[in-house]
């Protein structure tokens, strides 16, 4: 089983970003993130309605990098420091060197292959910085975008499930990407 531990914090860098620890000061843009319909569309978790939620995924979010859980950066431009997505391994499963990836960005930057770079460089961090043998992304199958991304990473699509999550009074289809450690 993988021993997982997230001290000191990552902090990681790319081309055009930098991934640092996700803050308090981020409260406004995880608002923003998490309370917009359109974001949130193919995320099926509540919307976010105040800043004292906000605060409360921050500290989720703080709590499970503590707990060596999971881990989320804030994706900034390297000449910025306000965050503009984030992205992270949202449930790692040691005993199966196994995590789950997810990514948010604001909508000012989509198109603009920031989440391409992104991943592109968590990927390495994941294989060879926590030594996990595969990468899950679990999307909804109408989020082509997504798809689209995770693809030019090398992501394949493993499995469609219909109708296997019930969110908000509606069955939900998921579809799962993988990448396997070459």
Request: charge should be negative; charged fraction near 30%.
């Amino acid at each position: 089983m993988l021993k997982i531990n997230f001290t000191p914090f990552p902090v990681l860098e790319s081309e055009r970003l930098i991934f640092r620890r996700v803050g308090p000061n981020d409260m406004a843009e995880i608002f923003q993130l998490r309370s917009d319909e359109k974001i949130m569309q193919f995320v099926p978790r509540p919307l976010v309605k105040n800043h004292e939620e906000a605060l409360e995924h921050i500290r989720m979010i703080e709590e499970k990098i503590q707990e060596n859980t999971g881990i989320n950066w804030a994706i900034c431009l390297k000449d910025e420091t306000k965050m503009i997505g984030i992205i992270g391994f949202y449930r790692i499963k040691p005993e199966h060197f196994r995590a789950e990836i997810g990514y948010m960005l604001l909508p000012e930057f989509h198109g603009k292959g920031i989440v391409t770079e992104a991943i592109s460089r968590l990927v390495p961090f994941g294989f060879d910085g926590l030594q996990l043998h595969s990468i899950e992304a679990i999307i909804d199958p109408e989020n082509a975008a997504s798809a689209r991304v995770l693809e030019k990473n090398g992501f394949v699509k493993e499995a469609h499930f219909k109708e296997n999550e019930f969110y908000n009074g509606k069955f939900l289809d998921s579809a799962i990407y993988s990448l396997l450690k070459k």
